[in-house]
């Protein structure tokens, strides 16, 4: 069965701290895995997307990586600010088909 | 502003109605795609419509249908509508289309719809 696992459910970190999300999966066969940020009742923004080939990606102090054979990825968020606080959803698609398989999300609340 | 139009931001409605929720895609995207989100719930892919034409099937329920129009707005209809089914409703657009694709989704500000 086609899953995405995200973990932990929800984190509180301190600003200024750094931390790692983590998103497992089972979608086969794989094409790409996708990161979102979604503020509280808004619409996701995208962070990062990467291919098989791809083992790390960067977008300011968002680094994304990616073991395809243990089929796990992170995200580190470095130096972490306030505007950090929101829902972050892995997704992953699969090669030929068009449907996407998202994680249940991580939420991160950073505090002063 | 991703780009991405969606109306009405807010709809309240009561049990058995219907709804219509549209989506106008970014200025040269073809494919549309509609989420659905609950409260505290993860999001949930309904179906994708790519040029006019239907290209994929999520967990949408038969009371809700989509149709992709001519100049690629979408709609998203919602009938005989329950309780359970008041949630935030996104609509996103892309370039291409097939999920195997790493064109990026941008996404609406989304619809909040509320039965009582």
Known sequence: KNQVEQSPQSLIILEGKNCTLQCNYTVSPFSNLRWYKQDTGRGPVSLTIMTFSENTKSNGRYTATLDADTKQSSLHITASQLSDSASYICVVSQTGANNLFFGTGTRLTVIP | ?116
């Open chain 2, 1 to 116: 502003d991703s780009g991405v139009t969606q109306t009405p931001k807010h709809l309240i409605t009561a049990t058995g109605q219907r709804v219509t929720l549209r989506c106008s895609p970014r200025s040269g995207d073809l494919s549309v795609y509609w989420y659905q989100q609950s409260l505290d719930q993860g999001l949930q892919f309904l179906i994708q419509y790519y040029n006019g034409e239907e290209r994929a099937k999520g967990n949408i329920l038969e009371r809700f249908s989509a149709q992709q129009f001519p100049d690629l707005h979408s709609e998203l209809n919602l009938s005989s509508l329950e309780l359970g089914d008041s949630a935030l409703y996104f609509c996103a657009s892309s370039e291409g289309t097939g999920g195997g694709s790493v064109y990026e989704q941008y996404f609406g500000p989304g619809t909040r719809l509320t039965v009582t």
